[in-house]
Structure formats: C-alpha cells, structure tokens
C-alpha cells in the first residue's frame, strides 16, 4: 500500500519569501511522485514530477522538487514567492499499478503582501 | 484546444434523486477516472476506465455507477444511495497503457450540492 502526508494544511509566506511545502510517502516499490495545484473552483494542474533519473526535479512557474530515498520525502519548494502562487498543493505517489494514484490531503498556500 | 471538459460546473440535487455528471475528452487519452474530493480530505478515486466498455471500481464506489460506452466519454451517476454526496467532483484522463510515466490531466471540476 502507498500513502502520502503533507505536513501542515496551511501554510503562509510573505511574497518574494521562501516556499516549502512538505511531503512524505510510503511504498513498496520505487515511488513515482507528482505536484499538482489548484486554483479555486478549478482542476488540478501538474507543475512537476519525479519517475526515475535526476532526483532534483524542475516544474513550472520556478517550481522545483527533491526526491530524497533515504527521507522518503519529495519536497516542493520556490525561491521567491508570488502573490499568484497563492493556491492549493496536493503531492501524489503512485506505485507504478495502472495508474492508481495516492493523493495527499493537500496545503493551501497563502502568500501575504 | 485539447482538454477535458465537466458539466455543469455547479448542481443542486433533491434527496433521493440520481444526477449525472459529464465528463468529455479529446486527447485521444484511453484511460479515464474520477475522483470525488472534499475539504481537508484530498482526492478519493471513485472509478476508473482503462479502455472503452471496461472500468473498475475506486477506493469509494459505493452510491455511484459509470459507464464508458465511448472513448472520449466517462460519465458519472450519483445514486440516491449515495449517503453524503455533496463534494466536488473531478474528471481525470491519461494514456494507456503507458503507466505510470504519463500524467493525469483533470477536468474543471462540478461541485454538487444535495438540498
């Protein structure tokens, strides 16, 4: 079985500050990890994701992600934060059945002028 | 454009009424899910479809059926079996049989609200 934890369901930055949003998983089998957003009343939109190869993985808007084994972790972080950056993340594994993707319970971003 | 497409956005349902929700694509993806999320709670998967005329049940498929009689089509029933259906609902896409390596891409989602 898989599963994944996002640590802290709210998260606030001041604008131009640091993001770092955290997420643990478990799986059997060597994990495939995914970032989504979302926008309110909208979809989820992919900004990265990690299958095999560099473990530091580079998305959209300066989005970036570390694959750590060792910590089993996959954290999403931005350098420089921006009012539109303000949304909902959901980290996701999946353990390479089908398609059948575990989602975290995701954190919602604010970010302070 | 390619891309998914929900309706209605926004629904209002009795008790004890089904409603149906569309979900249409035109990627040309084969596999096709959805997903019912509520606050705080993430996404749940509710069915999923690998190829036309086939699905399977999610982790939460009780009170709601599908069917999947075109490629590009996967809708949704809500039964009035269906004990807490107020949620948002999202429809979701891939490639198949590509696994893993390919990404999900999502509808715009419907928020179904029971009166």
């Known amino acids: 079985a898989q599963s994944v934890t996002q640590l802290g369901s709210h998260v606030s930055v001041s604008e131009g500050a640091l993001v770092l949003l955290r997420c643990n998983y478990s799986s059997s089998v060597p994990p495939y990890l995914f970032w989504y957003v979302q926008y309110p009343n909208q979809g989820l939109q992919l900004l990265l994701k990690y299958t095999t190869g560099a473990t530091l993985v580079k998305g959209i808007n300066g989005f970036e992600a570390e694959f750590k084994k060792s910590e089993t972790s996959f954290h999403l972080t931005k350098p420089s934060a921006h009012m539109s950056d303000a949304a909902e993340y959901f980290c996701?594994?999946?353990?390479?059945?089908?398609?059948?993707?575990?989602f975290g319970t995701g954190t919602k971003l604010q970010v302070i002028p | 454009d390619g891309g998914i497409t929900q309706s209605p956005k926004y629904l209002f349902r009795k008790e004890g009424q089904n409603v149906t929700l569309s979900c249409e694509q035109n990627l040309n993806h084969d596999a096709m899910y959805w997903y019912r999320q509520d606050p705080g709670q993430g996404l749940r998967l509710i069915y999923y479809s690998q190829i036309v005329n086939d699905f399977q049940k999610g982790d939460i498929a009780e009170g709601y059926s599908v069917s999947r009689e075109k490629k590009e089509s996967f809708p949704l029933t809500v039964t009035s079996a269906q004990k807490n259906p107020t949620a948002f609902y999202l429809c979701a896409s891939s490639t198949f049989p590509s696994g893993p390596l390919d990404t999900q891409y999502f509808g715009p989602g419907t928020r179904l609200t029971v009166l």
């Open positions: 996701a594994v999946s353990d390479g059945g089908y398609q059948k993707v575990t």
